[in-house]
C-alpha cells in the first residue's frame, strides 16, 4: 500500500519555464514532508521541507505547497534550469522520523 | 562539510554468501536510518538506530540485521544472499535530539548478488 505517491513518473520542461512536481499521501498522521533530488549512482539530497503547520515554504528558485485537506503538496522550481535534471522523490514522516519515500518524477529540462 | 559516508560504493556476492555493509554518520548525529532501493523503485525504510539503540523496523528480512556502535556508526549483516537482494542500499542520518528531522543520505552501496 503506497502512502506517498507522485502519480507522474516523468516531466519534460523548457529551460527557464516552471517545473511544477505534484505528491499525494493518504496517511494523516504524517507531519512533515520532504523533497529529494537524486542523481544516479547517487544518494538522494535534500532540498526542501514543509511542516504541517505551514502551507508554502519556499527557498530560491524552490517553493513547497502543502495543502492538507486534499493531502496533496507540490514542488515549483522557477526558473527551471538543465542542472535540475534529476528524479525528485516526495517524502514524509510521523512522529516516527523515518521517511515513506513516493515513487519518484524524472524531471528532465531542456535548453 | 562532511556528508554520510557508506562502504563499499560496489559489492558483488553470491548466492547464500554474507554482506557487511558500513556507514559512517554526520559528525554529531545520533540517529542512521537505512533503506533498500530496489532498481525503478523507490527507497525503502529497513531499520534505524538511536543512540545505539534500534528505534525503528521496517521491511527488513529476518536474514538481515544490523546494529549502531558507540562511535555512532552502523553496520548492516546480510546473510544467506538471495538474487532479490541486488539493490542499493542507502544510509541516512539525522540529528534527532536536535529536533532536526531532516535525513541525509550517503552515496549508497550497490549491492549485486550473483
Known amino acids: 500500500d503506497q502512502q506517498v505517491k507522485q502519480n507522474s513518473p516523468s516531466l519534460s520542461v523548457q529551460e527557464g519555464r516552471i517545473s511544477i512536481l505534484n505528491c499525494d499521501y493518504t496517511?494523516?498522521?504524517?507531519?512533515?514532508f520532504l523533497w529529494y533530488k537524486k542523481y544516479p549512482a547517487e544518494g538522494p539530497t535534500f532540498l526542501i521541507s514543509i511542516s504541517s503547520i505551514k502551507d508554502k515554504n519556499e527557498d530560491g528558485r524552490f517553493t513547497v505547497f502543502l495543502n492538507k485537506s486534499a493531502k496533496h503538496l507540490s514542488l515549483h522550481i522557477v526558473p527551471s534550469q538543465p542542472g535540475d535534471s534529476a528524479v525528485y522523490f516526495c517524502?514524509?514522516?510521523?512522529?516516527?522520523?523515518?521517511?515513506?519515500f513516493g515513487t519518484g518524477t524524472r524531471l528532465q529540462v531542456f535548453p | 562539510a562532511a556528508g554520510v559516508i557508506q562502504s563499499p560504493r560496489h559489492l558483488i556476492k553470491e548466492k547464500r554468501e554474507t554482506a557487511t555493509l558500513k556507514c559512517y554518520p554526520i559528525?554529531?548525529?545520533?540517529?542512521v536510518y537505512w533503506y533498500q532501493q530496489g532498481p525503478g523503485q523507490d527507497p525503502q525504510f529497513l531499520i534505524s538506530?538511536?543512540?545505539?539503540?534500534?528505534?525503528d523496523k521496517g521491511s527488513i528480512p529476518d536474514r538481515f540485521s544490523a546494529q549502531q556502535f558507540s562511535d555512532y556508526h552502523s553496520e548492516l549483516n546480510m546473510s544467506s544472499l538471495e538474487l532479490g537482494d541486488s539493490a542499493l542500499y542507502f544510509c541516512?542520518?539525522?540529528?534527532?535530539?536536535?529536533?532536526?528531522?531532516?535525513?541525509?543520505f550517503g552515496s549508497g552501496t550497490q549491492l549485486s548478488v550473483l
Open positions: 538506530f538511536y543512540e545505539k539503540m534500534q528505534s
Open positions: 496517511n494523516s498522521m504524517f507531519d512533515y
Open positions: 541516512a542520518s539525522s540529528a534527532h535530539s536536535l529536533g532536526d528531522e531532516k535525513l541525509f
Open positions: 517524502a514524509a514522516s510521523d512522529n516516527t522520523d523515518k521517511l515513506i
Open positions: 559528525p554529531r548525529h545520533d540517529t
